[in-house]
Nanobody, 128 residues
Framework: QLQLVESGGGLVQPGGSLRLSCAASGFTLDYTAIGWFRQAPGKEREGVSCLSSSDGSTYYADSVKDRFTISRDNAKNTVYLEMNTLKPEDTGVYYC?????????????????????WGQGTQVTVSS
C-alpha cells in the first residue's frame, strides 16, 4: 500500500524558515518522482518543486526558486522541502505526491494530474 505522510508545517513570521518532511512507505524513492504542491483557500493547487529519481535532478516553480530546496534521504525513505525567506504568499496547505520516475524533467510535474499518490497535507502559515 502506497502511503505519503507530510509533517513540519506551522506558523512562522515573514522571513522565517520551515522544513517539511514527506515520509514514504510501500515503495522505493529510487523509482519514483516526488513533487511538492501547495494550495491556498480559493486557489488552484500549484506545483512547487519536484525531485527526479532518474538522476536526482531538482526543479522549482519560479515563485520559490532560490528560496526553497528539495532533497531526499533514501535510508529514511523521506523527501524534504526546506523553505527559507518565507513570504505571506507562501501560505497554504502543502502536499507531497508520487508519480512516474520520469515525470519531473518533462515539465508535467507542475500539474497535479500527473501524480497518482498524495499525502494528507500540512498547513504552512506565514504571518506577522
Amino acid at each position: 500500500q502506497l502511503q505519503l505522510v507530510e509533517s513540519g508545517g506551522g506558523l512562522v513570521q515573514p522571513g522565517g524558515s520551515l522544513r517539511l518532511s514527506c515520509a514514504a512507505s510501500g515503495f522505493t524513492l529510487d523509482y519514483t518522482a516526488i513533487g511538492w504542491f501547495r494550495q491556498a483557500p480559493g486557489k488552484e493547487r500549484e506545483g512547487v518543486s519536484c525531485l527526479s529519481s532518474s538522476d536526482g535532478s531538482t526543479y522549482y516553480a519560479d515563485s520559490v526558486k532560490d528560496r526553497f530546496t528539495i532533497s531526499r534521504d533514501n535510508a529514511k525513505n523521506t523527501v524534504y522541502l526546506e523553505m527559507n525567506t518565507l513570504k505571506p504568499e507562501d501560505t497554504g496547505v502543502y502536499y507531497c505526491a508520487a508519480g512516474p520516475r520520469l515525470l519531473c524533467w518533462n515539465g508535467r510535474w507542475r500539474a497535479p494530474s500527473g501524480f497518482g499518490s498524495w499525502g494528507q497535507g500540512t498547513q504552512v502559515t506565514v504571518s506577522s
